[in-house]
């Protein structure tokens, strides 16, 4: 596992993974009037091609079903593929979230029946965390999975769940017992999607497409032998969890998305006026040192805290400046592209944790102002 | 992106995070004892000098041979220079580094170096031109100590980096110039950096309303888009080490990132910033004064 950028083995496994996308990655582009059935298929057979050719879960250990490698691997495959312009899999909330989650807090029954599923690309997870009271406030969580012989029922509402149509499980934050603190009472659970008790209605959104959904849970079940870490232990996971999501992992494919924007913004716009002293082209070069710096700090065992905070907030503001600029650039070559990111754009600084919330955890814990 | 070898470090070296935490250790002890001020920057500040050139941290970026990475490499030395900057100290520390890097024949520890630049208006800039010893200068192609240019006039905007302005031969090489760039723009975000630390902590403190203004999200808010500037601006000095052709871009952004964050330190004290002996505004002279040497720097290497 390699400590910084500048390691010999990363040049090399860099080249490795060019040569691999080189021919792997044009055989799964995605068309541009691909339907949406072909594109997730597609998606869902780059996902099993990235395993079969030895490239996922990198950094998970080897005991997982992982390379054992570490983030700056990671980081390299993601900026590779978007070099090549390969799809982006359908298996992100198990790889980034429900993996580290249960080979983190899970026991080893957990560990064997899920991991290796997540790994070779099987089984497509979903994130249940957001609900219709509960979005920044996600200690306010009201779904209940009440404990009955060996297995909860659970009952209540998710919204703006990405993958939610398609995916197999659900990393479920839920409500076990009511208690005083409200952070007491919650629990992981990792809830089958494909039963009766549980509906996926799709979520129309601004940009006119359905993509996400919400998820209405009339008493379905998820054995017991499924929750992950102890009962009345969810929040602590789900703070690890959102931690992850927040990090240079997703940097890494905002970076991406942003680094496709660049690319025709640069058509749109005079030169210049990207690359001047704080342009949208300057701060994308700094993001990626950002995240390269926070990176290397993690994957040393360092005290990452203060450079990984700020990636999200840095990244979701940069993404909107970006479409925005392309918008009022007035190309008429690109102006349905603008229309449409600058609306995809907004839920950049509202998922996972809106930049308010983010500018707040950043005062209290980086800086420690009184809260 | 195209790349695959020599890939640089992001971050400084294990040896380098020590030196680093060593030196700033350092530079707090024998610097906090007077607050920021008239009186900080008028004092003697020989003892401090020799004490630094005895430990060697006048000599970090001699290597084997000019402008090669000894014990330090670029990135090193621009953590150094920041820490360096967090005083606001008015001594040549960083300029004798960033000409001793490109010396041939080194001179004894001790000695005070600085530069001379040619700036847009074909004067000199040389920083510190009243306290030094000699200015590396290209003579037979390469840089060696001359005697200092008489200043006929001065900018003495930031007390943190006097600025004599003189007419008459100077001049650095450009690889030279971009370390000037690159090291002198590290000072600045060590600059920011302190305003913004001295912001929280006066955030903690300061009373309005019954509550710490820290606690305050408007204010909270502010201090955390400092945080983000901050760490932003060392990315771009990250960037700069790691790419020196893009050491110009990279070097602007840092400034006016530390330029935003200085700003907004001002703003956080509120009034008593506004006053002469409020605390505030020497880190952001130094972001301004700082921006005139870099920009010459760059302007005729890149």
Redesign the interface.
Known sequence: MAT???DRE??RF??DV?RWLGTAAPRFAVPADATEERELDLRRAWEREVHRAGFSCLSWRMEHGGRGLGPIEEFVFS?ECA?AGAPEGLGRVGRLLAGPAIFGHGDARLRDRFLPRIVEGVDIWCQGFSEPSAGSDLAAVRTTAQREAGCYRVVGRKLWTSFAHYADLCLLLARTSPSEDRHDGLTMLCLPMRQAGVSVRRVRQITGRSEFAEILFEGAEVPVEQRIGDEGGGWAIAMSVLGSERGAGFAALALKTMGDDLRVLRHCVPQGEL?S??GPG??F??????A??A???TA?GRDAL??TS?LK??WSELVQEIVRRGFESGCREHEARWRDRLLDARETTIASGTS?I???I???R?????? | MKDIEGRSAATASAIGREAVDAFSRLLRDRTSSVPLGDEYFSRDRGPLWSELAAAGWTCVADGPRPGADGDFGLLELASLAEQWGRTLVPLPLVETIAVRRWMASRPPPDRRLSYALVSAEDEHLVPFADRIDAVGAVRDGEIRCVQPPVPAGWDLFAPSMPIGLARGPGGLSVPARIDVAILTTATAVGAAASALEAAVGYAKLRRQFGRPIGSFQAVKHRLADMHARVEMSRSALAWACADRMSSGRATRAALALSLRTAEDAVQVHGGIAYSWEGPAHWPLRHVMAVRRIVLAAIASAL
């Open positions: 910084s950028f500048a990363v040049a860099r080249r060019r900026e070099e690359d002293d704080l300057t701060r070069q700094l993001l990626r040192w950002q390269m710096r990176i290397e700090t040393g203060a450079s700020i907030l840095v308010e983010q500018r707040t950043i005062g209290d980086v800086l420690g102002l009184p809260r």
